[in-house]
């Protein structure tokens, strides 16, 4: 097994754990708690590639991530995960839309639960999923940071649009 690598970024909406290997991130999550970074002194090229491209995103100069990630799961969770990454910055869609969209469209509440398991937090964008109401409905972060990523992403789309 790959050595894991952690390192803490301190976002605009509380502090988010970065856990990776030296190839691959594995986990994006938010933290309540900070320990010290486990690099050894040295932050490997994938960890550091992570930290700019959030940094990037939280100031609205990044979209789109392009550094390299591995997500344990199911084959069901890795294909509603991969169904995750269509669905455009700015943008929403439902439990409901993202089960047809797998062509699954009884599969609403596994959708969900798979969902639920994300693992990397901003990057598989779990938080532009909505209920079909088009309420927010849970999110591993807090409902209160699912409403400030749509609504940062949304004014920033905006203004490339």
């Given at each position: 097994?790959?050595?894991?690598?952690?390192?803490?970024?301190?976002?605009?909406?509380?502090?988010?754990?970065?856990i990776g290997t030296d190839e691959a991130i594995c986990s994006i999550m938010f933290?309540?708690?900070?320990?010290?970074?486990?690099?050894?002194?040295?932050?490997?090229?994938?960890?550091?590639?992570?930290?700019?491209?959030?940094?990037?995103?939280?100031?609205?100069?990044?979209?789109?991530?392009?550094?390299?990630?591995?997500?344990?799961?199911?084959?069901?969770?890795?294909?509603?995960?991969?169904?995750?990454?269509?669905?455009?910055?700015?943008?929403?869609?439902?439990?409901?839309?993202?089960?047809?969209?797998?062509?699954?469209?009884?599969?609403?509440?596994?959708?969900?639960?798979?969902?639920?398991?994300?693992?990397?937090?901003?990057?598989?964008?779990?938080?532009?999923?909505?209920?079909?109401?088009?309420?927010?409905?849970?999110?591993?972060?807090?409902?209160?940071?699912?409403?400030?990523?749509?609504?940062?992403?949304?004014?920033?789309?905006?203004?490339?649009?």
């Open positions: 097994m790959n050595k894991l690598h952690t390192l803490h970024f301190a976002s605009p909406i509380g502090n988010i754990e970065i933290t309540e708690h900070v320990t010290d970074p486990d690099t050894n002194g040295e932050i490997p090229n994938v960890l550091a590639d992570c930290y700019q491209q959030i940094t990037e995103y939280f100031t609205g100069e990044r979209q789109e991530f392009t550094f390299p990630y591995v997500q344990e799961g199911t084959p069901f969770r890795k294909i509603v995960w991969d169904a995750l990454t269509k669905i455009p910055y700015g943008e929403t869609g439902s439990y409901k839309d993202l089960a047809a969209s797998i062509e699954n469209p009884k599969a609403i509440r596994a959708v969900g639960s798979a969902n639920s398991k994300n693992k990397l937090s901003i990057v598989i964008p779990c938080h532009r999923v909505i209920g079909s109401t088009g309420k927010l409905t849970g999110y591993a972060g807090g409902l209160w940071r699912k409403e400030w990523l749509l609504q940062h992403e949304q004014s920033f789309k905006k203004e490339a649009d």
